[in-house]
């Protein structure tokens, strides 16, 4: 079974600053037939649902900030917020869906 | 506009059977394109997918709670159901549905969620 890791468990960054969050799966999400990473980012608020941010791991969704990036390929995997907003203060989410679905632990961001 | 509303009790006694509906709008559960899953978040915990469907009654579910889950949907009218057994107070959490799309032979991560219902377990 794969297993998904996410570091830090939290971070403390000041606004404007750059905020990095990894993410390691225990197999490889690259699917040769088509050359793509099956890994997503999600961003989860208090008292919303968790929004998705990134697929295809580095693949920004509609409507999400260019400061929100991702990156890495294979087992390893980072999402970038490049200048941290207040509104960004969250639990940001990896997730496998190279087989059945699988998040991470989760990441929590918050202001410094 | 695709949205989708989580519906439930929103208090369950330990052993009893948890029935969760999903109901939708802004896509067909009989198209060979789309499937809609269900996740947890217990309180002050991480997200746990739990089961997912297809158009074609293909169901999926994760192997440490499969021998209590059971999920089905009624295309007709729009909903997916999520039926939980022997509920235990471990399994208080907000209870999420979400879409998921297939473009090719790709299939998406969940990309529209309901807004969650609560669900207590207690004596």
């Known amino acids: 079974d794969i297993v998904m890791t996410q570091s830090p468990d939290s971070l403390a960054v000041s606004l404007g600053e750059r905020a990095t969050i990894n993410c390691k799966s225990s197999q490889s999400l690259l699917y040769s037939s088509n050359n793509k990473n099956y890994l997503a980012w999600y961003q989860h608020k208090p008292g919303q649902p968790p929004k998705l941010l990134i697929y295809w791991a580095s693949t920004r969704e509609s409507g999400v900030p260019e400061r929100f990036s991702g990156s890495g390929s294979g087992t390893d995997f980072t999402l970038t917020i490049s200048s941290l907003q207040a509104e960004d203060v969250a639990v940001y989410y990896c997730q496998q869906y190279f087989t059945t679905p699988l998040f991470g632990p989760g990441t929590k961001v918050d202001i410094k | 506009q695709i949205t989708l509303k989580e519906s439930g009790p929103t208090l369950v006694k330990p052993t009893q059977t948890l029935t969760l509906t999903c109901t939708f709008s802004g896509f067909s559960l009989s198209t060979d394109t789309v499937a809609v899953g269900w996740i947890r978040q217990p309180p002050g915990k991480a997200l746990e997918w739990l089961a997912l469907?297809?158009?074609?009654?293909?169901?999926r579910y994760t192997p440490s709670l499969s021998s209590r889950l059971f999920i089905t949907k009624d295309t007709s009218k729009n909903q997916v159901f999520l039926t939980m057994t022997n509920m235990d107070p471990v399994d208080t959490a907000t209870y999420y549905c979400a879409h998921r799309r297939k473009e090719g032979s790709a299939w998406y991560p969940f990309d529209y969620w309901g807004q969650g219902t609560r669900v207590t377990v207690s004596s």
């Open positions: 469907i297809h158009w074609n009654d293909d169901k």
